[in-house]
């Protein structure tokens, strides 16, 4: 169970590192980047591990993998460039 913990957590660190690099211009400020990420890991592993039971800690680990990326895919923001259409409708 501890490493389930300490897996998640790692897990949500290293997902708030990949978009803070990858897509940091279009992310809010870094603090709520790299808290979203470990605590949306800790939320998935709980939910993860509720539904699938004890002893499941892969199964864990891929559910607190998903849902720290769909929350910090909630964090991002549109580009700051819009792309004009050819058309006008």
């Known amino acids: 169970m501890l490493f389930a913990v300490f897996g998640s957590v790692l897990l949500g660190l290293a997902l708030a590192w990949a978009a803070d690099r990858l897509l940091g211009s279009r992310l809010p400020d870094r603090r709520a980047v790299y808290v979203t990420g470990p605590l949306g890991a800790l939320f998935g592993a709980w939910v993860a591990g509720a539904s699938l039971g004890p002893g499941h800690v892969p199964g864990m ?29």
Not at 68 to 81: C, D, F, H, K
């Open 61 to 89: 680990l891929v559910g607190a993998t998903l849902f720290a990326g769909v929350l910090l895919s909630l964090l991002l923001r549109p580009p700051a460039r819009r792309l004009r259409r050819a058309l006008p409708f």
